[in-house]
């Protein structure tokens, strides 16, 4: 399991796909893009995409995700993704009252108990208690992350 943590969009996109019957369908689906702007994220995103679509393509939405971080599965099978809250419990030194703050993971896996699994394999190293307040089954497709340019694909300067 690893993590990463970055800014995240989820890009709706719309395009034709064909389905079973032979018919094409405008169907949306959701990505989430590593980037630093909207406009790097919609560049991003129609990249990804147009290896994979061919035909009538469209970015319908972006919108900054609210991920703390990101939980990446190793395992081939784990082919979802999950929306996590997390609540850490800390205690006030001046009250001596509990306090929580939640945090949003997303987290890949192939079923609710993979999520969970993976969950509490992600913060096993973590000394701050916590609680899994939520989790929920996304309709997110793919995560891509920022792969950075090779030293070939630079510009060399005279």
């Known amino acids: 399991m690893r993590s990463r ?54 970015v319908k939405n972006i919108t900054p995700a609210t991920y703390g971080e990101i939980f990446f599965s190793e395992n081939d099978n784990d082919d979802r993704w999950y929306k996590a809250k997390l609540s850490f419990i800390t205690i006030d ?27 509490e394999e992600a913060m096993s190293g973590s000394i701050v208690d916590y609680v899994i307040a939520n989790i929920a089954e996304t309709k997110i497709m793919d995560v891509y992350e920022h792969q950075p340019k090779s030293a070939e694909s630079k510009p060399e300067f005279a």
């Open 5 to 58: 943590t970055a800014n995240w969009y989820e890009c709706l996109v719309r395009y034709d796909r064909q389905m079973e019957d032979g018919m094409t369908k405008k169907v949306p689906e959701t990505y989430v893009v590593d980037a630093l702007s909207f406009g790097e994220a919609e560049e991003k995103i129609t990249e990804e995409m147009s290896a994979y679509v061919s035909g009538e393509f469209e």
């Open 93 to 119: 030194e001046k009250t001596e009252k509990e306090k929580r703050s939640t945090v949003t993971y997303l987290v890949q896996a192939k079923t609710f108990n993979g999520a969970v699994k993976n969950i």
